[in-house]
DNA sequence: ACCGCCGGGTGCC
DNA sequence: ACCGCCGGGTGCC
C-alpha cells in the first residue's frame, strides 16, 4: 500500500479534509465512476418484447441488464435486454426505448432492472426498471420521461433485493432514497485493518482451523498456523464448494443475490485471497532447504510445496512437479511490484535447493522473451505490474498473456485496486485456472477496491461490475440492511486472515513487543518564530480572503502551499525554497500575465508539490507521478493520464479535482531535473545552520547514545531536504549512519537495509528515512526507537512507517517520538489526526454526515489549521 | 398471442 | 360501403 500523504494534488489530503466529494476525487469519467453517489430516482414497469428470438432465459425476480444497442438496424434507439450471464433476452419495447436511449446515452441516469416474472414468458414480459442518478439531473430525467409519456413511481418495493429470503439477507433490502455515501474519513492502517477485521468477526474459530490431512512429515516443520493455512490453500485449490451465494437446486444451479440460474455448475474459486497480517505466518527459514527435501521424498508425487518468505511474510505456493495439471500448463506467474521483485528473486535463489530443478524466469528487462513457450516452460515467471502492463498493449499481443498459466498470484494484490489502469485491465486477461492474491489490505479505501481482485478471482456474477455494483457494493454503502453481511460472507468465503490477536487452538498466533508512541513539543526560538508568524500573518491574509470572497476551494493548491510553508518552518528555515515572503504566487490568474509568466508561475506551482514530500501520487491513476504535469488550475497529474482525461471528455474536459476547464495547450511540463535540484545545490552552498528541531532531534539522539550504545533509531521525515539538513550536526557528532529515501535506485536500497539491518560494530545507528520510501515490505526491524521529524497529513502513513520496525522480528518494545513545534500547524494538525482517529471508528459501511456537514467539517478543518 | 393490430373480403333480413 | 363487421394473417428492435 503506497500511501500518499503530500501536499497538493494529493488524494489523501483531500480525503483527510473529507473534501474528496466536493472535488470528486477518483470520479473522472462520468457516471460509470460515479455509480456511489447515485440516487435512486424512482422506478417503471415496462415490457421486454421479442423474446422468441432469443436464447436468453430468466427466472422470476431475476436481475437484468439494460443496454443501449445504438447500431441496431430497426432502430436506433433500441435498448437490448440480457440476464445476468450476458445472453440476451429481448428488448425493450420502442415506445420506452425511445425515452430511454436518451438518458442512457447522455448517461443522466443509470437504468436497472429486474423482471418479475422472468420464467414462462414466450412473448414478452414485464421488467421493473430502476432509475440512479446523481441528484442534480433528477429533473432533467423525469423531464425526458415525460416528454415521452412515462412517469417514475416511487421506489416502494422493487425487484429481487427484496424478495429472496436467503440467510444472507436480513429483511428488507431494495433501492431506498439514502443519501449519496462515501467513506467520508481516511481511516488509519490499524483502523482499515480493524475495520477489515470486523468483516471476520463472527467467524468460528474452528471454521479454518483444520488442517491438512496426510502431511504428517510436513507437520513437524510448521507450527499450527502454518499447517492450518496450508490446509486452507490445498483445501481452496481442490475443492468443490459452489461459490459463494450459489446454490444447488433440483439440478440447476441458482444465485440467491441476481436470481439468476442455469444448468451449467458456476465454476469453482480455485484460489483466494491471502490476507495475513504482514509477518504473522512464521517459519524457520533454516530448516527449508531441508523441508523441501523431506517434502520431495514424501509428496513430490502429487505436489511440491514451496515456503517462501517475503520480507517477514510466508506465503505458501504449490507447484505440481512431474505430473502437472490437467489442461498440461505448468508455469506459475507471480506478478509484483518492481519494489518487491528483487525480495523474491532473492528468496528464490537463497531457499530454492538448487537439487530441486525448479525452472524461474524473470521477465524483466528489454532482454525478456518474446516467445510464450519459453514462459510456458518454467515452473515460475517473476514479473511485474507495470510489465504486465506495458506489454499489453503490443501489437502481436504479450506473450505474457498467450500462456495459461497453472496458478497466477498477485503480489500486493491491491496493487490493482483502480478497474480503469491498464495494469488491472492487464491482469484480468491474464489466463489461468488457478487464482491467488497476495495483499495486506484487500480493502484500502472503499468497497470498491475489492471489486478488481474479485474479478480476477473469476467470481460470477461479479466478473462483471454491474452485478458487483447492484449486489455487493451498492447495498454497503448506501447501509441496505444485510448489504454488510453479504460482503462478510463473500470475504470470508475467499480470504485467509490472521491478525496480530488471532488465534489457532487457543494460543496466540504471534506476540509483538509494545510499541509506545511519546510526544515532544519542541518550542522555537525567538528567530524562528518571527519568521514563522509573519509568514502565518501572511497566509492566514490570504486565506481570510478566500474565504471571504468564497474562492476556498478554487485556491486550495495555493492553501496547501500555505500549510506546506508553515510545516516546513516548523522543521527548519531552509526548507522554505521561495523564502521571498510575497504570496503574489497565490493567484493565477491568466489575465494579468503574460504566458511567460504564467508558465513559470506554474512551474513554481509543481516544483513546490514535487518537493512537497516525496513521491507524489496522480489522482487518476492513483500510482506516482511518472510524466508531471500541471493544470491552468494548479493541479498535478502524470501526462497521459491528463491526456486520456481531455480525449474522452472531448471537447469540455474538466479537471479531474476541481472540474475547472482543461486544455491541452494549457498544460505545462516539468522542467528538466537540474531545475528541480537547484534548490538543493543552493542549498549546499549555504551556510549551515541548526533549527530547534533538529536541536532536538540530537539531544535526544546523543542521550540514547549515551544510554543505550546499540540501539539503532530511524529518523522519519516527509522533507529529504531536511534529512539532508540533518546529515551535517549527525556528521559532527560522529553518528555512523545511512539513508533511505525515494529518489534511491533499488540497488542502493538494498545496501543502505541490509547496512542498518547489520549487527556488526560499527554499522549506523541512525538510518534517515523520507515517510514513504519504500514498500509495505520494507522490515527495518533492527531499529527499535523511531523519531517523527514532522507529522503527515494522514495518520495512515505515520502507522504505515513505525510498523516497518515494530514487526515480526522486533525483539525490543518499540518507543516512537514525534517532535511537535508547540504552538504551531503541526500541533493543529495533530488535533485533527486524532479527531479523525475517533471519527474513523466504524466509518467502513456506515453512512456520513450530510452533505453540509461535511462541509463544514472541511472549512472548520482548514479554519483550525491556520488559527483562523 | 386464449391478445391487438392490420388490411382484405364483404355487405338486407 | 368514403362505412361496420368478419375472420385470417401476423407478431421485437
Known amino acids: 500500500g503506497e500511501r500518499n500523504y503530500s501536499c497538493f494534488s494529493s488524494s489523501d489530503f483531500y480525503s483527510s479534509l473529507g473534501l474528496e466529494d466536493f472535488l470528486s476525487v477518483g470520479d473522472i469519467s462520468g457516471t460509470e465512476e460515479d455509480t456511489d453517489s447515485a ?102 430525467v423525469l423531464d425526458q420521461l415525460k416528454r415521452h409519456g412515462f412517469k417514475l413511481s416511487p421506489p416502494l418495493k422493487v425487484g429481487s433485493e427484496s424478495r429472496f429470503g436467503s440467510k444472507w439477507i436480513s429483511g428488507r433490502a431494495g433501492p431506498s432514497y439514502s443519501a449519496p455515501v462515501h467513506a467520508a474519513v481516511q481511516l488509519t492502517t490499524e483502523q482499515l485493518k480493524s475495520e477489515f477485521d470486523k468483516l471476520f468477526e463472527d467467524l468460528k474459530e474452528d471454521d479454518k482451523t483444520c488442517e491438512m490431512e496426510g502431511a504428517e512429515t510436513v507437520g513437524t516443520l510448521l507450527l499450527p498456523h502454518q499447517k492450518q493455512a496450508l490446509a486452507w490453500m490445498v483445501s481452496r485449490e481442490n475443492s468443490n464448494d ?18 439468476f440460474a442455469e444448468k451449467k455448475r458456476p465454476e469453482n474459486i480455485r484460489g483466494g485471497i491471502l490476507a495475513d497480517d504482514m509477518g504473522l505466518v512464521i517459519i524457520l527459514i533454516q530448516s527449508l532447504n531441508f523441508c523441501l527435501c523431506r517434502m520431495c521424498v514424501h509428496v513430490s508425487y502429487w505436489f511440491i510445496i514451496w515456503f517462501i518468505l517475503i520480507c517477514g511474510k510466508y506465503y505458501t505456493l504449490f507447484c505440481y512437479a512431474g505430473k502437472y495439471s490437467d489442461d498440461g500448463s505448468r508455469a506459475t506467474l507471480i ?71 497453472l496458478r497466477i498470484v498477485l503480489d500486493e494484490g491491491h496493487t490493482i485496486r483502480n478497474p480503469n489502469a491498464q495494469q488491472t485491465k492487464a491482469v484480468l486477461n491474464l489466463e489461468g485456472q488457478r487464482r491467488w492474491v497476495l495483499t495486506g489490505t484487500p480493502i484500502q479505501n472503499s468497497v470498491k477496491d475489492l471489486w478488481s481482485l474479485i474479478s480476477f478471482l473469476k467470481m460470477k456474477p461479479f466478473t462483471d461490475r454491474e452485478w458487483w455494483h447492484r449486489t455487493i457494493q451498492r447495498p454497503v454503502t448506501t447501509g441496505t440492511p444485510g448489504g454488510l453481511g453479504r460482503l462478510q460472507s463473500l470475504i470470508r468465503s475467499i480470504t485467509l486472515r490472521r491478525t496480530k490477536t488471532s488465534k489457532v487452538k487457543g494460543k496466540p498466533v504471534l506476540e509483538l513487543p509494545e510499541r509506545k508512541v511519546l510526544i515532544q513539543h519542541v518550542t522555537l526560538t525567538e ?302 494538525m495533530m488535533k485533527i489526526q486524532n479527531k479523525k482517529r475517533k471519527l474513523a471508528a466504524g466509518a467502513f459501511a456506515t453512512k456520513k454526515p450530510s452533505a453540509s456537514e461535511v462541509n463544514q467539517t472541511k472549512i472548520n478543518e482548514i479554519k483550525a489549521l491556520i488559527d483562523l
Open 527 to 828: 528567530e524562528e518564530r518571527q519568521v514563522y508568524q509573519s509568514v502565518k500573518e501572511e497566509g492566514k491574509a490570504a486565506i481570510s480572503r478566500f474565504f471571504s470572497e468564497g474562492t476556498v476551494l478554487a485556491h486550495y493548491a495555493d492553501i496547501l502551499g500555505v500549510l506546506l510553508r508553515l510545516r516546513q518552518l516548523c522543521c527548519h528555515p531552509h526548507l522554505c525554497v521561495n523564502t521571498s515572503s510575497s504570496f503574489s504566487y497565490l493567484s493565477v490568474s491568466a489575465d494579468n500575465k503574460t504566458p511567460e509568466e504564467l508558465r513559470e508561475t506554474l512551474v513554481k506551482k509543481m516544483k513546490l508539490v514535487l518537493s512537497s514530500g516525496s513521491d507524489e501520487e496522480c489522482a487518476v491513476c492513483l500510482e506516482s507521478l511518472t510524466v508531471p504535469v500541471i493544470t491552468r488550475c494548479a493541479h498535478v497529474f502524470c501526462k497521459p493520464c491528463i491526456f486520456e482525461v481531455i480525449r474522452s471528455e472531448q471537447p469540455n474536459a474538466k479537471c479531474p479535482l476541481c472540474r475547472n476547464k482543461l486544455r491541452v495547450e494549457h498544460l505545462v511540463e516539468c522542467p528538466p531535473e537540474e531545475e528541480i535540484d537547484s534548490s538543493n545545490g543552493k542549498k549546499s552552498d549555504q551556510e549551515w545552520i541548526s533549527s530547534s528541531k533538529v536541536n532536538a532531534l540530537m539531544h535526544a539522539l546523543i542521550e540514547l547514545r549515551r544510554d543505550s550504545p546499540n540501539a539503532k533509531c530511524l529518523v522519519v521525515s516527509q522533507f529529504t531536504t531536511f534529512l539532508s539538513l540533518i546529515e551535517n550536526p549527525l556528521k559532527e557528532s560522529g553518528f555512523a549512519f545511512t539513508r533511505l529515501d525515494g529518489s534511491m535506485a533499488q540497488k542502493k536500497r538494498v545496501e543502505a537495509i541490509q547496512c542498518f539491518q547489520s549487527s556488526q560494530a560499527g554499522s549506523p545507528t541512525v538510518m534517515l528515512l523520507s515517510l514513504k520510501a519504500g514498500g509495505v515490505g520494507l522490515n527495518l526491524t533492527a531499529a527499535s526507537r523511531v523519531f517523527l521529524m514532522d507529522p503527515a497529513w494522514n495518520p495512515a502513513a505515520e502507522d504505515q512507517c513505525f510498523d516497518r520496525c515494530h514487526r515480526l522480528g522486533q525483539k525490543h518494545d518499540v518507543v516512537i517520538t514525534k517532535f511537535i513545534v508547540k504552538d504551531s500547524v503541526e500541533e493543529n
Open 335 to 405: 506478478v509484483c511490484p518492481l519494489s518487491v521483485l528483487s525480495n523474491w528473486m532473492d528468496q528464490f535463489e537463497q531457499h530454492i535447493h538448487q537439487d530441486f530443478n525448479v525452472n524461474i524466469y524473470v521477465y524483466y528487462g528489454s532482454d525478456r522473451s518474446k516467445d510464450p513457450s519459453v514462459l510456458s516452460e518454467q515452473d515460475i515467471v517473476l514479473t511485474t505490474y507495470n510489465i504486465l502492463a506495458t506489454d499489453y498493449g503490443i501489437r502481436g499481443g504479450s506473450p505474457l498473456h498467450k500462456v495459461k498459466w
Open 242 to 259: 459452489l461459490p459463494p451465494f450459489w446454490e444447488e437446486r433440483s439440478d440447476f444451479y441458482y444465485n440467491i443475490l441476481t436470481n
Open 39 to 140: 440516487i435512486l430516482y424512482g422506478t417503471l414497469r415496462g415490457s421486454v418484447v421479442g423474446l422468441r428470438y432469443y436464447t436468453g432465459i430468466v427466472n422470476n425476480n431475476e436481475m437484468v441488464a439494460l443496454q443501449r444497442d445504438p447500431n441496431n438496424p430497426y432502430d436506433k434507439n433500441a435498448v437490448r435486454v440480457n440476464n445476468v450471464n450476458g445472453d440476451q433476452v429481448g428488448h425493450i419495447k420502442k415506445e420506452l426505448a425511445a425515452a430511454l436511449a436518451g438518458i442512457m446515452d447522455s448517461k443522466l441516469a443509470v437504468v436497472e432492472g429486474v423482471v418479475p416474472y422472468g420464467a414462462k414468458n414466450v412473448f414478452t414480459m414485464p421488467v421493473q426498471m430502476s432509475f440512479w442518478g446523481r441528484e442534480e439531473n433528477r429533473e432533467a
